[in-house]
């Protein structure tokens, strides 16, 4: 098992900056990926960004350039720095380790954190 806990979200106006921040801790041992998906209202869960234990990178078009995602594997933690923050930025975060092995991928997910971006 994996436990995820976030922190970080909130409010925040058009332009602002928010930092996510997801502590893993349990059974966090080969072939791996920590990211950050989000889902808004109405919406299916999509990819935010993430990050392999390599340091391979995976984002959406939409915050390329805007948001950055960092990984620590010594301390099993992954932060998602976003800049420029849009109302459509509007969502629950949620962290995700996803595990890579034999039987195919396994995903962990955090509870969730809301961002809201609104003047």
């Known amino acids: 098992q994996v436990q995820l806990v976030e922190s970080g979200g909130g409010l925040v106006q058009p332009g602002g900056s928010l930092r996510l921040s997801c502590a893993a801790s349990g059974s966090i041992f080969g072939i791996n990926a920590m990211g950050w998906y989000r889902q808004a209202p109405g919406k299916q869960r999509e990819l935010v960004a993430a990050i392999t234990s390599s340091g391979s990178i995976n984002s959406a078009d939409s915050v390329k350039g805007r948001f950055t995602i960092s990984r620590d594997n010594a301390k099993n933690t992954v932060s998602l720095q976003m800049n420029s923050l849009k109302p459509e930025d509007t969502a629950v975060y949620y962290c995700?380790?996803?595990?890579?092995?034999?039987?195919?991928?396994?995903?962990?997910w955090g509870q969730g954190t809301q961002v809201t971006v609104s003047s």
């Open positions: 995700n380790y996803a595990r890579f092995g034999a039987y195919g991928r396994h995903d962990y």
